[in-house]
C-alpha cells in the first residue's frame, strides 16, 4: 500500500531531479534553484533554496555520506554544496561549455561524473575538485548515469539510445544499443542477485526511454574481465516515454515515471506491477526511493513533489513480511522467519529454523554458540553470514522505532557505530569503515575532503559507552 502523505510546493517551474540522503530530500527545477528539505517534517532547511546556477537544474544527487550535495545545469556547470550551511564548496565547469544533464557520485565520494549535452563525460576528483578524466560518447547528448556499487565502472545512457560502460580511468568499456529512441534514465541496484544458471553474482541494472519501455538487465563486474551484460526482461505498463527509472534500497522494488502522468512501482524478480500511482497532472520527471526509509519522491513538470509512504513487502514462495515498523520482529511467527530467510538468500536454512521452532524471539536471541551447538551449523563462512544478517536485523529493529542520534552513526555507513575511532580529522568513524576507506588507497577525509595528516585511528571510548548506555535504555523500554 502506497500513501501520499505530502506534497511540495514551492518551485515555480518544472521539477527536474530529486534525490535523497539518510536525511534530507533534494529537488532542483527549470526556476534555476536547488531545495533541501528535512525528512523529518519536510520543512526547508535554513539555507534553502540554493541559488547559483544561471539556468535550469537539470539534476541534483548527495554524496554517499550525505554532506555534499551536487547540481548540474544548462549554464554548463556542476555545483558542490556543503549540505550542512549551504556554503557553495566548488564550481565545476565542463571544458566544452555544454550544458550538463546528469551528475552522479561514486560510491565511496572519490569521484563525480557530470555529462553533457555535446555527448562529454568528466570524471572528477573530488578530493582536489579537479578535473580527473574526460571523454565523449558516440552519438548524441549524455542525459543518464550510474555507478557499479565497487566504484570501479559507470555507465551512462545517451539520446541516441546507447548504454556505454567506463572504467574508472574512462576507458570504453562496452556498448549497448539498448532504447531505439533514446535512453532518459538509468539505475544500478546495490544489492546482487544470483543469475541462477552458473551461481553468478550479477548486479540489477534498470533502463527506460523514449520508446516507452523499461528494460532489465543483469551485469557482470570483473575487475579483470571488465563488463558482462545480459538482457533480463523488459517492464510495460506505461503508454507513453518513460523518463525516470530507480531501484530501492535493497533492489526488490523498480519505480518509473513517465510522459503518461503515471508512477508505476514494479517487484522486480517477477516484473509484476505493484502499484500504479496518478496524482500528477502533467509528465513525470524523477523519482526516487529514500535509502533507510519506506519512502518515495516523485516529481513532475506540474511544479510539485509528492511524498510516498509504502510498507516494504519481502517476497518468498508467497509469503511475506512487512517492515519491522507495522510488525516488530519480536511478534514474527515461525513462518515469517522462513519468509526472512529466505529475503536474505538464506533459504537453506529454512527447514533447520522450523525444526528448531525458531520465531522472531528466539531469531534476535541467537549467538555464534547456539548456531554451533544447538543448530549445528559447522561452516564458519555461513554462521558468520547468518550472524551479520541478525545483527542487521537487530539495528534495524532500532531505527524503525526510534531516531538514532546522529553522533552514534557512522558518516560513511550511516549505521550505529560499534568500534569507533578517531581519525586524524577529528571525526569519529566506525573501525571497520574508516580502515577499508583508507587500504583503498584514500588519504583524505570523508567528510571534507582535505588530505589526512595521519592515518592513526584512536578508539573512541567516550562514544563506544554512551551508544552501550543508549542501546541499554532502548532495550530497557522496548
Not at 70 to 80: K, L, Q
Not at 412 to 438: C, F, H, Q
Amino acid at each position: 500500500m502506497a500513501t501520499l502523505i505530502h506534497t511540495l510546493a514551492d518551485h515555480s517551474d518544472d521539477v527536474n531531479y530529486c534525490a535523497f540522503s539518510s536525511s534530507c530530500l533534494a529537488t532542483c527545477s527549470l526556476d534555476k534553484t536547488i531545495r533541501v528539505y528535512s525528512l523529518n517534517n519536510f520543512t526547508e532547511l535554513p539555507y534553502s533554496p540554493l541559488k547559483g546556477h544561471t539556468y535550469a537544474v537539470h539534476c541534483c544527487c548527495f554524496s554517499p555520506s550525505g554532506h555534499v550535495l551536487a547540481s548540474c545545469s544548462t549554464d554548463g556547470t556542476t555545483v558542490v554544496w556543503d549540505t550542512r550551511n549551504g556554503r557553495m564548496l566548488a564550481v565545476l565547469e565542463q571544458p566544452s561549455g555544454s550544458p550538463v544533464r546528469v551528475c552522479r557520485f561514486s560510491p565511496e565520494s572519490t569521484y563525480l561524473v557530470s555529462g553533457a549535452a555535446d555527448g562529454s563525460v568528466v570524471l572528477w576528483n573530488m578530493q582536489s575538485l579537479k578535473l580527473y578524466r574526460s571523454g565523449n560518447v558516440k552519438d548524441g547528448s549524455l542525459v543518464a548515469c550510474a555507478f557499479s556499487p565497487n566504484g570501479n565502472f559507470f555507465v551512462t545512457g545517451s539520446s541516441c539510445g546507447d548504454l556505454t560502460f567506463w572504467d574508472d580511468k574512462m576507458r570504453c568499456l562496452y556498448n549497448e544499443k539498448a532504447h531505439d529512441l533514446g535512453v532518459t534514465c538509468c539505475d544500478i541496484s546495490s544489492q546482487p542477485i544470483s543469475d541462477g544458471e552458473h551461481g553468478c553474482r550479477y548486479f540489477q541494472m534498470a533502463s527506460c526511454g523514449q520508446d516507452n519501455q523499461i528494460k532489465l538487465w543483469l551485469i557482470l563486474f570483473a575487475d579483470f574481465l571488465g563488463v558482462e551484460l545480459k538482457y533480463k526482461c523488459t517492464l510495460n505498463g506505461h503508454s507513453a516515454p518513460v523518463l525516470a527509472c530507480a531501484f530501492s534500497y535493497d533492489g526488490q522494488m523498480l519505480v518509473s515515471g513517465s510522459v503518461d502522468k503515471c508512477v508505476i512501482i514494479y517487484e522486480t524478480s517477477t516484473g509484476n506491477t505493484l502499484h500504479t500511482l496518478s496524482q500528477h497532472t502533467r509528465y513525470v520527471t524523477t523519482c526516487a526511493f529514500a535509502p533507510y526509509s519506506p519512502l518515495l519522491a516523485t516529481g513532475s513538470m506540474d511544479k510539485t513533489v509528492n511524498i510516498w509512504q509504502f510498507d516494504l513487502k519481502q517476497p518468498c514462495a508467497g509469503k511475506t513480511v512487512e517492515n519491522e515498523s507495522k510488525v516488530t520482529v519480536e511478534d514474527w511467527s515461525e513462518d515469517d522467519v522462513s519468509a526472512w530467510l529466505c529475503a536474505q538468500d538464506l533459504a537453506d536454512f529454512v527447514g533447520l529454523f522450523k525444526m528448531n521452532n525458531i520465531d522472531g524471539k528466539e531469531l534476535l536471541n541467537l549467538t555464534k554458540e547456539s548456531l554451533t551447538n544447538e543448530l549445528k551449523i559447522e561452516s564458519l563462512g555461513l554462521r558468520s553470514k547468518v550472524l551479520q544478517k541478525i545483527e542487521e536485523l537487530r539495528m534495524t529493529t532500532i531505527s524503525v522505532s526510534v531516531t538514532i542520534p546522529d553522533e552514534f552513526l557512522c558518516p560513511i555507513t550511516r549505521e550505529l557505530m560499534k568500534d569507533p575511532v578517531i581519525a586524524a580529522d577529528g571525526y569519529s568513524y566506525e573501525k571497520e569503515a574508516m580502515e577499508n576507506w583508507i587500504s583503498t588507497r584514500r588519504r583524505s577525509s570523508p567528510m571534507t575532503n582535505l588530505p589526512l595528516p595521519s592515518l592513526m585511528l584512536t578508539p573512541n571510548r567516550t562514544l563506544k559507552m554512551a551508544i552501550s548506555r543508549w542501546l541499554e535504555t532502548q532495550q530497557k523500554y522496548s
